[in-house]
């Protein structure tokens, strides 16, 4: 197996099976490191595709890959991760799917001979979009990287897949396969229905009342465009950990329900709501940074972007965040930059003297 030791060797060559969003993405940050990244998919034209963007090339014949990725729809990682082991006889394999037990599972009920060189791996990363055309090659950059080893797996085969989340820019978090599912029911997959049934109450409203959708409910209702065949997969494979959260939220929601002219009980909830924000860590998993957001109007002419961005870097100030929303009066962008507190009255007056309109 090619094990080695040092954080510059490669860990190639690499086999990405599923040249979709994370299988296209995993091969670009791949192909950037300097790693040989061989692709393959049951649909040609995608493999075709994610060569086309530099993602690798298409799986040669009698390959030996030392490490192959399955980037595969969740109801057939398991399949899939079986497939290479028996494949690849000294391959180390790993995936990107949502959910973790439930291919470790599979893996030990068909083939547990080779379980020790299966680490699960989970990028917290991603998007609404799907297939090759959404992948990027920096999708991954200081976001978490679940990795989730089972008491027989090899250490060199987990340390192969933590080196594969730092090639990638990502920083690996150790975790059991329970612990992830556990943890993500409440990170990824409950909020996602939290957004998926608010969203469903937009589906067939007036188009006046429509017409009001300001920011707030683009942020909740975002997740809840993405593909529902994938995300049916993702539950389905979890639902166990989703129940419970959900049952916690019903009882909730009977209360709140019940409480919602009642100022001071009202008050409890949404200072939960404040809490729970807080907890969510910073950037790279570190300590969250108190963020303020400072709004700057911006003429919707070519280049002005670029201007705003190097007077903000010139001031000195870290951009954490940004999103550009539209004045439905005028023909202006609303520039959201995002930075740390302390430093958002000073940009405000820096940003003004350059002659920014900023709103106050
Ligand atoms: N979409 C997201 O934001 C994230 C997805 N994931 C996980 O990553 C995995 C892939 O998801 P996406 O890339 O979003 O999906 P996708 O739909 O963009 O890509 C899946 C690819 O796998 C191919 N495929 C399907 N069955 C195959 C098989 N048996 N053998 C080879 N190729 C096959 C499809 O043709 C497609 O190109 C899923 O397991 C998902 O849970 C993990 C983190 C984020
Ligand atoms: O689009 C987003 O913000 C996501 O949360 C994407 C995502 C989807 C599935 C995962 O298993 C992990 C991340």
């Known amino acids: 197996m090619a094990h080695r030791d040092t954080e510059h060797d490669l860990i190639g060559p690499v086999h990405v099976v599923g040249a979709g969003l994370l299988g296209t993405s995993v091969g670009l940050a791949l192909s950037r490191a300097g790693e040989t990244v061989w692709v393959s998919d049951v649909h040609d034209d995608n493999v075709r595709t994610a060569a086309g963007l530099g993602a690798g090339v298409a799986l040669p014949e009698g390959a030996e890959p030392a490490l192959v990725v399955v980037a595969v729809p969740p109801s057939v990682v398991g399949v899939e991760v079986v497939r290479a082991l028996s494949a690849a006889p000294r391959a180390v394999v790993t995936d990107v799917g949502s959910v973790k037990a439930q291919p470790l599972a599979e893996v030990l009920s068909a083939v547990p001979e080779h379980v020790a060189r299966y680490v699960g791996g989970h990028p917290m990363a991603g998007s609404e979009r799907s297939g090759p055309l959404a992948a990027s090659a920096s999708?991954?950059?200081?976001?978490?990287?679940?990795?989730?080893?089972?008491?027989?797996?090899?250490?060199g085969g987990v340390r192969v897949v933590e080196r594969l989340a730092t090639t990638c820019g990502a920083v690996p978090v150790a975790l059991t396969p329970e612990q992830h599912?556990?943890?993500?029911?409440?990170?990824?997959?409950?909020?996602?229905?939290?957004?998926?049934?608010?969203?469903?109450?937009?589906?067939?409203?007036?188009?006046a009342e429509l017409s009001l959708s300001g920011q707030g409910v683009r942020d909740v209702t975002r997740i809840a465009a993405s593909d529902p065949v994938l995300w049916q997969q993702i539950i389905v494979g979890n639902a166990g950990s989703v129940r419970e959260l959900l049952v916690d939220v019903r009882r909730d929601l009977d209360a709140l329900i019940g409480e919602l002219d009642d100022p001071a009980a009202l008050a409890v909830h949404l200072r939960r709501g404040n809490d729970g924000v807080a907890e969510i860590p910073g950037k790279h998993g570190g300590e969250a940074v108190p963020v303020e957001v400072v709004t700057v109007s911006v003429p919707d002419h070519p280049g002005e972007l670029a201007r705003l961005f190097g007077d903000v870097s010139a001031i000195g100030t870290n951009i954490e965040d940004l999103r550009i929303d539209h004045d439905?009066?005028?023909?202006?962008?609303?520039v959201e930059l995002h930075v740390a507190q302390r430093s958002a009255a000073g940009l405000r007056d820096a940003l003004e003297a350059r002659h920014w309109a900023v709103q106050r």
């Open 139 to 155: 999708l991954f950059e200081g976001r978490p990287w679940a990795v989730t080893p089972h008491p027989r797996a090899e250490e």
């Open 181 to 207: 599912d556990r943890a993500v029911a409440r990170t990824s997959h409950l909020p996602h229905l939290m957004s998926v049934l608010t969203a469903a109450r937009l589906a067939g409203a007036e188009p």
């Open 328 to 334: 439905p009066g005028r023909p202006v962008g609303l």
